[in-house]
């Protein structure tokens, strides 16, 4: 191994991100520490890092750290070698680019960023945007495990389960287009095994006044939930999928809350959220949130918390008497909402 105040040799090259990964895993040293030693904000760093590009004044910093980071065991990296030489230790920020090329390191420079006034070339929103939806795309792409767990939901329900989903100012995407043939026999399957599926929707006119806002006043027309709602329930009778009696027709509800107002910290245009109970309370909530992403809506999991405080809105909602109800069979549908009010509440009754 060099001394460290040997002069370090041209070298074959290669990235400098690589080499630097390498290193910091070698000496057991973690980015966002030394994003901190170094003054700079993380994600800057890690975004640099990412891009393999640094400005000369943070690359100076960098090397600085590196110089008083403790060995690790084994065999020294190359980059260990070059930092720990004395020429590291008085290299500038004008000449450092070209000082780690010449020691086997490649790396894109980044100047400092101009003035609007005179650069032309600066990235502007549109084009950051964008990068953004670039790189979401490529998450939406790994995220292929996530979108086949999503689709199991349904096909995991069984008898006393419970799903209340809360909507805002759209219908689920199962009562109309693409959605609707997806899920309708898995949906149907669901209540055959008996679990209950209801949509909490707001009465809409108390709520859509304190919002106020035009992305509220442009919400879809309750009758118009209503018509979907129904046609969505003659279409689960004619499922290829099961058979269904009225009974297990009448497992599937839809209620609109008339106090709007407790519906205000839920509400969000373009945002649906799912509660799930599992028999009776025997098992802790599970709650997902749907949002209006870039290329279509991201269905994601949810915190512990977040799901109580869904389950607990759920609980305030039914006990209220200030609801109305629809059902796919609505002479048997009290009937459903009482083993729903059982099925909410079943995890405290139990415990008490």
């Given at each position: 191994?060099?001394?460290?105040?040997?002069?370090?040799?041209?070298?074959?090259?290669?990235?400098?991100?690589?080499?630097?990964?390498?290193?910091?895993?070698?000496?057991?040293?973690?980015?966002?520490?030394?994003?901190?030693?170094?003054?700079?904000?993380?994600?800057?760093?890690?975004?640099?890092?990412?891009?393999?590009?640094?400005?000369?004044?943070?690359?100076?910093?960098?090397?600085?750290?590196?110089?008083?980071?403790?060995?690790?065991?084994?065999?020294?990296?190359?980059?260990?070698?070059?930092?720990?030489?004395?020429?590291?230790?008085?290299?500038?920020?004008?000449?450092?680019?070209?000082?780690?090329?010449?020691?086997?390191?490649d790396l894109k420079s980044r100047t400092s960023r101009p003035s609007r006034a005179d650069d032309k070339a600066a990235e502007s929103l549109s084009e950051t945007f964008?990068?953004?939806?670039?790189?979401?795309?490529?998450?939406?792409?790994?995220?292929?495990?996530?979108?086949?767990?999503?689709?199991?939901?349904?096909?995991?329900?069984?008898?006393?389960?419970?799903?209340?989903?809360?909507?805002?100012?759209?219908?689920?995407?199962?009562?109309?287009?693409?959605?609707?043939?997806?899920?309708?026999?898995?949906?149907?399957?669901?209540?055959?095994?008996?679990?209950?599926?209801?949509?909490?929707?707001?009465?809409?006119?108390?709520?859509?006044?304190?919002?106020?806002?035009?992305?509220?006043?442009?919400?879809?027309?309750?009758?118009?939930?209503?018509?979907?709602?129904?046609?969505?329930?003659?279409?689960?009778?004619?499922?290829?999928?099961?058979?269904?009696?009225?009974?297990?027709?009448?497992?599937?509800?839809?209620?609109?809350?008339?106090?709007?107002?407790?519906?205000?910290?839920?509400?969000?245009?373009?945002?649906?959220?799912?509660?799930?109970?599992?028999?009776?309370?025997?098992?802790?909530?599970?709650?997902?949130?749907?949002?209006?992403?870039?290329?279509?809506?991201?269905?994601?999991?949810?915190?512990?918390?977040?799901?109580?405080?869904?389950?607990?809105?759920?609980?305030?909602?039914?006990?209220?008497?200030?609801?109305?109800?629809?059902?796919?069979?609505?002479?048997?549908?009290?009937?459903?909402?009482?083993?729903?009010?059982?099925?909410?509440?079943?995890?405290?009754?139990?415990?008490?």
């Open positions: 191994m060099p001394k460290s105040d040997e002069k370090v040799g041209p070298r074959p090259h290669r990235d400098f991100n690589t080499a630097l990964r390498k290193l910091l895993a070698w000496t057991g040293h973690e980015q966002i520490g030394l994003a901190r030693d170094m003054g700079v904000k993380f994600d800057k760093f890690r975004r640099d890092l990412a891009d393999n590009k640094f400005d000369g004044g943070d690359l100076v910093r960098l090397i600085t750290q590196l110089r008083s980071c403790n060995p690790g065991r084994g065999a020294s990296p190359k980059l260990w070698v070059v930092v720990k030489s004395e020429e590291a230790g008085k290299v500038q920020s004008d000449d450092v680019h070209a000082w780690l090329k010449r020691c086997g390191f964008q990068e953004m939806q670039r790189s979401f795309g490529k998450l939406r792409r790994s995220g292929g495990e996530l979108q086949i767990a999503v689709e199991r939901l349904y096909t995991s329900m069984r008898s006393g389960d419970a799903l209340v989903l809360l909507l805002s100012d759209q219908s689920p995407a199962e009562w109309s287009g693409s959605g609707r043939m997806n899920l309708v026999d898995d949906i149907a399957q669901a209540l055959k095994v008996g679990a209950i599926i209801c949509y909490l929707f707001p009465g809409r006119a108390q709520l859509l006044d304190a919002v106020n806002t035009r992305a509220a006043r442009a919400t879809t027309p309750m009758e118009v939930i209503q018509a979907e709602f129904k046609s969505f329930c003659n279409l689960l009778k004619t499922s290829e999928g099961a058979s269904l009696t009225k009974e297990e027709l009448s497992r599937i509800v839809m209620i609109r809350v008339k106090n709007d107002e407790s519906f205000l910290p839920f509400f969000a245009p373009g945002h649906k959220f799912g509660l799930f109970v599992h028999r009776a309370g025997t098992r802790k909530p599970w709650a997902t949130g749907t949002y209006p992403v870039w290329g279509g809506d991201l269905v994601l999991p949810l915190s512990d918390t977040f799901a109580d405080r869904l389950l607990s809105f759920a609980q305030m909602s039914i006990e209220s008497a200030r609801w109305q109800f629809d059902s796919g069979e609505p002479s048997l549908g009290t009937k459903t909402i009482d083993e729903l009010k059982h099925i909410l509440f079943g995890r405290w009754r139990s415990a008490s």
